[in-house]
């Protein structure tokens, strides 16, 4: 069944997508922009309407001012002309508190006008209300009848008066368009404040779309791809696209799958091969058996043939041996059941024993010894570190089929003893020199026996001795591998 986060090639492509961080980073200051600059429009338009209003404001008060002036100038004219006709002081008296009426409300106007032209027109007409005033109260001494008085001082009256009805209805109608204007900017701050209203729900909805698409549908084929795994369906790999936090945990997953994929096919392999090689001395074992036991009952076996014998069973139960420890070396050291016993060693002598155990081995394979004259002396498990040794001439001996010699060398190298097994046999790939070490690796399993552990084991025994192996080798010309272990520090 096909799987619904199954890769396919357009699936595997990996795209340029924004971090989490940067979709969250972008969502969060685009809606504070949208937010600050919906402040910033609905700001300047209450400021611009303030400023409005505060303009109708004084252009009314300069109205009423001028207005109140005109009032009081037709008082202060009514009383002079009471004055005159009856003398009485009362109208004296009501005629210089028009006059004083008359100053204030031109400073009024004076002080609520907006820019020097409409202070340039109070002061006219407070100019032209002082000349007729002065006009008038000069009429009242050569003694001319009252009528004769107010005839005279008409004109200037009049010219006040036309002057001041001429800048009320100008101001007037400037009153209007601003009142006007006030409106239109109360206008536009209710739509703005809705079209914010409106504008930021969706502006939300966006991003939140936006995030489902980036974000919340890559973690759910990520989420559904581990499902799917953990159900059982090894085949499922994660998808790759998305912010590089979700992509890199998708290739993570899938790199992890395929490594168990792999190791899951090493171990069917390791597990072939062990019952192939275990199968095989068996095999031998139970033939070489039930071949002796039947010469043996007709007595056609010298002594010396059944001791032949006797050493190819000898050598086939080795050979099971080895396998089996290596198995049970290698559940030990991945479990933290291994136990070493460190004492001081030189590891000249483990060479030394290497080339004894090896000597007569092969006749096509001769060992030779090249150490210092002088100790090396590490902390290591004696045994354990033999084992490695001899592991590594095994080897030597057993990829070198066209014979050749096995070269062990002990030196300083610096802080560390150095133990260089060296061959002149297949040499190793560059390509495989980096997996020769991991468990169940067999480059040559049709020309060499065993189940791929050795060097896995060697490994893992040299590292838990605080030490290293490494490998230099080129094919057609050998293979080296070093083995390095801390000195043993000299007492103080």
């Given at each position: ?6 890769q396919?090639p357009?699936a595997?492509r ?6 989490v961080?940067s979709?969250?980073?972008?969502a969060t200051?685009?809606l504070?922009g949208?937010g ?6 609905v700001?300047?338009?209450?400021s ?6 505060r303009?109708?404001g004084?252009e009314?008060?300069?109205v ?7 009032r009081e100038v037709?008082i202060?004219?009514r009383?002079?002309l009471?004055?005159?006709e009856t ?8 005629r210089?508190a028009?006059?004083a009426?008359?100053?204030a409300?031109?400073?009024s106007?004076?002080?609520n006008t ?5 202070q340039?027109?109070?002061?006219e007409i407070d ?8 006009e008038?109260?000069r009429?009242l001494g ?7 008085q107010?005839?005279l ?9 036309v ?5 009320i209805?100008?101001?007037?109608r ?7 204007r006030?409106r239109?900017?109360?206008?536009a701050?209710?739509s ?6 409106v ?5 939300l909805?966006?991003?939140l779309r936006w995030?489902r ?5 890559p ?12 159900a059982g ?16 945990m998708g290739r993570?997953f899938?790199?992890l799958a395929?490594?168990?994929?792999r ?7 390791f597990?072939l091969a ?10 031998a074992?139970?033939a070489?058996v039930?071949l ?6 007709k ?5 010396e043939?059944?001791?032949?014998q ?7 139960v ?14 030990r050291?991945?479990?933290?059941r291994?136990d070493?016993s460190i ?7 483990l060479?030394?024993?290497a080339k ?5 081995s092969?006749a096509?394979?001769?060992?030779r010894l090249v ?16 084992q ?5 001439v095994?080897?030597?001996i057993?990829y070198?089929p066209?014979g050749?010699?096995v ?6 190298a610096?802080a560390?003893?150095?133990?260089a097994?060296r061959d002149h046999g297949?040499?190793i790939?560059?390509e495989?020199?980096g997996?020769i070490?991991?468990p169940?690796?067999?480059?040559r ?5 065993g ?5 896995s084991v060697?490994k893992l025994?040299?590292?838990a001795?605080g ?11 050998g293979s080296?591998f070093r ?7 000299a007492p103080?």
């Amino acid at each position: 069944m096909d799987s619904p986060t199954a890769q396919g090639p357009e699936a595997t492509r990996i795209r340029r997508h924004a971090s989490v961080r940067s979709i969250f980073l972008a969502a969060t200051f685009g809606l504070a922009g949208i937010g600050l600059a919906a402040a910033i429009a609905v700001a300047i338009l209450a400021s611009e309407t303030g400023r409005a209003s505060r303009q109708v404001g004084r252009e009314l008060e300069t109205v009423r001012a001028v207005a109140s002036a005109q009032r009081e100038v037709l008082i202060y004219s009514r009383e002079s002309l009471l004055l005159a006709e009856t003398g009485d002081p009362s109208h004296a008296r009501s005629r210089d508190a028009a006059r004083a009426e008359v100053a204030a409300a031109i400073e009024s106007a004076k002080a609520n006008t907006n820019g020097h032209g409409d202070q340039a027109r109070v002061g006219e007409i407070d100019a032209l209300i002082g000349r007729y005033i002065a006009e008038r109260d000069r009429l009242l001494g050569p003694g001319l009848p009252p009528g004769k008085q107010l005839t005279l001082a008409a004109p200037y009256l009049d010219e006040a008066m036309v002057a001041a009805d001429r800048y009320i209805e100008d101001s007037e109608r400037a009153a209007t368009l601003t009142e006007e204007r006030v409106r239109r900017l109360g206008t536009a701050a209710t739509s703005a404040a809705l079209a914010v209203v409106v504008a930021l729900p969706l502006a939300l909805l966006g991003m939140l779309r936006w995030v489902r698409r980036r974000v919340y549908l890559p973690f759910l084929r990520l989420h559904e791809a581990l499902n799917a795994y953990s159900a059982g369906e090894k085949g499922v790999r994660a998808s790759e696209v998305g912010p590089p936090e979700l992509a890199d945990m998708g290739r993570t997953f899938n790199q992890l799958a395929d490594s168990l994929e792999r190791q899951r096919q090493t171990r069917f392999e390791f597990l072939l091969a062990v019952a192939h090689d275990l199968r095989n001395p068996l095999t031998a074992l139970k033939a070489t058996v039930a071949l002796t036991d039947a010469r043996m009952r007709k007595g056609e076996l010298t002594r010396e043939q059944i001791e032949q014998q006797q050493r190819r069973l000898a050598l086939q139960v080795d050979r099971l041996n080895r396998m089996v420890g290596d198995l049970l070396d290698m559940t030990r050291v991945e479990a933290g059941r291994f136990d070493l016993s460190i004492a001081a060693c030189d590891v000249r002598s483990l060479a030394v024993e290497a080339k004894d155990l090896f000597e007569g081995s092969s006749a096509f394979h001769p060992i030779r010894l090249v150490l210092t004259d002088e100790a090396v002396m590490v902390k290591c498990d004696r045994q354990r570190l033999g084992q490695v040794l001899d592991n590594l001439v095994s080897n030597a001996i057993k990829y070198s089929p066209q014979g050749g010699e096995v070269e062990v060398r002990v030196h300083r190298a610096g802080a560390y003893a150095c133990i260089a097994v060296r061959d002149h046999g297949m040499g190793i790939a560059p390509e495989n020199q980096g997996t020769i070490f991991e468990p169940f690796q067999r480059l040559r399993p049709d020309q060499a026996p065993g189940v791929g552990l050795g060097l896995s084991v060697s490994k893992l025994l040299v590292e838990a001795q605080g030490g290293r192996i490494e490998v230099q080798s080129e094919v057609g010309v050998g293979s080296t591998f070093r083995v390095y272990l801390p000195l043993e520090q000299a007492p103080a």
